[in-house]
């Protein structure tokens, strides 16, 4: 139990309404997005409105040595939000503010509360767009976003967090504050701090102000579906577009088992008899996109594809998309427990690691559905089953390790978009060795000595 002299002083820099305590009001954040793991409830929530607030949070939690919990949505798939020593959770959503566009420099500055899909309907005000684009985009916080380095559908083309973020303000484990980066295009001065804080998953700082790139939205879009009598012709599609230097803004996939749960849950006319359909969308200017449409048709047809549609309006795209979007709710409704995995390969090695998903469905006898951003390599192998049924359980675990195996094999990496948290950690040393864990506890240690922020994520204390 948190002592009653930390909530006093809680509630003396915040003020009592935004300082929770009440045992219902900590239930809802004893858990996020992941699937399966065990809940902890946090012995206080704040919601603090300012960088100086999270400061004096954070020199309260120094003090009495007690963890703190950084927070946006709660939509992560890593565990990386729970806050399973107990402590403080610091909801950021009261940091919610745009504070600058600037469009001479084409970038912004917001708060970590900003819900991505904000700053995106703001940015299209001015002709811009933020290009990173994960699922969750209409819940998920600017903060969490750049703490968990979110892809999305528009990786292929755009790339992933990381690569729009110009510029961070950090509250330290000490509670000093420190700002990195900027507008300035070229900016090499000392390490690169930016790049180190984003992905970091709230364990190394608390991030309370962003300066990100935009870049101007393109002139138009087309999309294109691919349906295929099986999932290796669809790989092997996927490659072949690429292969023929085209890169789509989004390339994504989806097996039977998705497309069939995706049907009848928004009902957007995807064939239910189909192994699998590629959804492939090229943007840009006019000229550029007419051609590159009629190539990615050509290449479908030749890779194998049964049949090929093409959107003749914005109605049908958007249906297109929301069908690709709704995966996972869909997929959610049909067992009581969605475990969803990141398993990423370079994309060649999408057939591979599609053939390795199946093999392993099989040996452990499990519904998974796969799809997932086909086009950067970064699938998501999603497992239907029921955490209240203890064997299937223990099928699912050993399913889950083979995929992370399989996934390493391949050169490829344990996540492409959703961290590692709590969920991953045991498997780091996987894809880095024992030497590489011990670096990544060096600069947790280095940074946080007393594992007081976000602890049990990413690396644990020995």
């Known amino acids: 139990m948190l002592a009653r002299e930390v909530v006093e002083e809680l509630i003396q820099v915040l003020g009592r309404e935004n300082v929770l305590t009440e045992q219902e009001d900590l239930l809802t954040y004893a858990y996020d997005a992941t699937a399966a793991l065990k809940h902890q409830k946090p012995d206080v929530v ?21 963890p703190i919990y950084p927070r946006g949505s709660g939509t992560n798939l890593s565990g990386g939000t729970v806050p399973i020593q107990g402590g403080i959770v610091l909801s950021m959503l009261n940091l919610n503010k745009i504070l600058e566009f600037d469009q001479d420099n084409l970038t912004a500055t917001v ?16 002709g811009l767009i933020y290009p990173p684009d994960p699922g969750t985009v209409t819940t998920a916080t600017m903060g969490g976003s750049v703490s968990e380095c979110s892809g999305g559908l528009r990786g292929l083309k755009y790339g992933v967090t990381k690569h729009y973020i110009m510029g961070l303000t950090i509250v330290l484990a000490n509670g000093k504050v420190i700002r990195w980066g900027g507008k300035t295009v070229k900016n090499v001065t000392g390490y ?12 190394l700082g608390i991030i ?19 349906v295929f009598d099986n999932l290796d012709k669809a790989g092997n599609a996927i490659a072949a577009i690429i292969r023929n230097k085209i890169i789509p803004a989004t390339l994504e996939i989806m097996d039977n088992v998705t497309i069939q749960t995706v049907e009848h849950f928004v009902h957007a006319g995807l064939p239910l008899n189909a192994e699998a359909v590629l959804l492939c969308e090229v943007d840009g200017y ?6 590159e449409s009629v190539l990615v048709e050509r290449i479908l047809q030749e890779e194998g594809a049964v049949e090929v549609k093409v959107a003749k309006n914005d109605q049908e795209r958007d249906l297109l998309w929301l069908a690709r979007r709704s995966a996972l709710p869909a997929l959610a409704q049909k067992r009581p427990t969605t475990v969803l995995e990141d398993a990423t390969v370079p994309r060649s090695k999408i057939p591979d690691m599609l053939k390795i998903v199946r093999k392993i469905a099989d040996k452990y006898n499990l519904q998974i559905a796969t799809f997932g951003h086909a086009g950067d390599g970064n699938l998501h192998p999603t497992i239907l089953t029921d955490v209240r049924d203890e064997d299937e359980m223990k099928r ?7 995929i992370f195996h399989g996934a390493i094999a391949l050169g490829g990496t344990l996540s492409g978009e959703h961290g590692i948290g709590v969920a ?17 506890k060096a600069i947790k240690e280095a ?4 594992y007081m922020l976000n602890p049990g994520k990413i690396v644990r204390r020995d």
């Open 286 to 291: 006019k000229e550029v996109v007419e051609r």
């Open 424 to 440: 991953k950690m045991d498997f780091l040393s996987l894809e880095f060795g024992e030497a590489g864990v011990e670096a990544l």
């Open 396 to 402: 699912v675990h050993l399913a889950v390790d083979e």
């Open 192 to 203: 690169d701090l930016v790049a180190l804080f984003t992905g970091a998953e709230g364990t």
């Open 46 to 66: 704040v919601s603090p409105i300012s960088t100086e607030q999270v400061a004096e949070v954070v020199k309260i939690a120094q003090r009495h040595q007690v």
């Open 111 to 126: 708060q970590p509360g900003v819900i991505i899909q904000t700053l995106n309907d703001e940015a299209a005000k001015h």
């Open 208 to 226: 309370t102000e962003m300066i990100v790139k935009l870049i101007p939205a393109p002139e138009t879009r087309k999309s294109v579906l691919g």
């Open 447 to 450: 940074l946080d000595p007393n």
